[in-house]
């Protein structure tokens, strides 16, 4: 169940559920169909707050090409990473075990919940800007795992987003979107191996994976055609 608050198909097909969910994906829609004629690249980032590859990525691969190529890109970030999570029972709460502690994985719960408050509170054409500002901010930061609250205020998110990121992180709710990152995690094929794990248009591949790490706006302007090219892309090309 938890499964298809991630997931635009299911969540669709499951008609009953959290219709605010479903009204944010059909918005979605909505401005996607306005950029039809453009390529649109999608970009599924697995990562974790506390891993050094992931914080290196989103500071020098990411978030200096974001500006130039964001019109193509629908970014999708999910923290959990090397993690494992399970409950004693269907009612049990979750536990987390992290490749860097439990501070890590307080880190990823909080940028969990804040990319669902985003997507629950914000304008649907905000979702994108304001997650990868989130993410970036908390990335960059001293500790990311702390970052998470501060970074909201920062970059200006509305007051009823703060208080839903707030209420998330203190509570069990964040921990199910935590899990749920967690079954998306472990349902990679191949399975994840590196992160951060870069997936590209849904295909999870070596290639993708390598060449994201070393070159990611290079890797996105060989998605795209000639007439839609940034200029950025003849300089990484
Ligand atoms: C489920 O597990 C929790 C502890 O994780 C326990 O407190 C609770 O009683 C259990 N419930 C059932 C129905 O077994």
Redesign the pocket.
């Known amino acids: 169940m938890r499964y298809y608050l991630f997931d635009s198909r299911a969540c669709l097909a499951a008609v009953v559920f959290v219709a605010l969910v479903c009204h944010s994906n059909l918005s979605d829609a909505q401005s996607v169909d306005d950029r039809s004629d453009r390529t649109i690249v999608n970009v599924d980032v697995y990562y974790e707050s506390l891993c050094s590859d992931s914080m290196r990525w989103t500071v020098n691969q990411f978030l200096p090409s974001y500006p130039e190529l964001k019109n193509n890109l629908d970014v999708t970030f999910i923290p959990y990473g090397k993690a494992t999570h399970a409950?004693?029972?269907?009612?049990?709460?979750w536990q987390f075990l992290c490749q860097h502690g439990p501070a890590e994985c307080r880190g990823n719960k909080a940028q969990a919940c804040a990319i669902h408050a985003i997507r629950t509170s914000e304008a649907a054409q905000d979702h994108q800007q304001l997650t990868v500002k989130l993410v970036g901010c908390a990335m960059s930061a001293r500790n990311p795992s702390i970052a998470v609250p501060q970074c909201a205020q920062e970059n200006g998110l509305k007051e009823e987003t703060r208080k839903l990121i707030d209420d998330c992180i203190a509570s069990p709710f964040g921990d199910d979107l935590l899990a749920a990152n967690g079954d998306k995690t472990h349902n990679l094929q191949p399975p994840l191996k590196f992160v951060p794990t870069i997936v590209l248009n849904k295909v999870h591949s070596k290639e993708n994976q390598d060449a994201a790490i070393n070159n990611f706006p290079k890797l996105i302007c060989q998605h795209l055609t000639k007439q839609e090219k940034p200029d950025l892309c003849s300089s990484v090309e």
Do not use: A, D, V
Not at 87 to 93: D, F, I, K, L
């Open positions: 409950r004693e029972n269907e009612t049990g709460p």
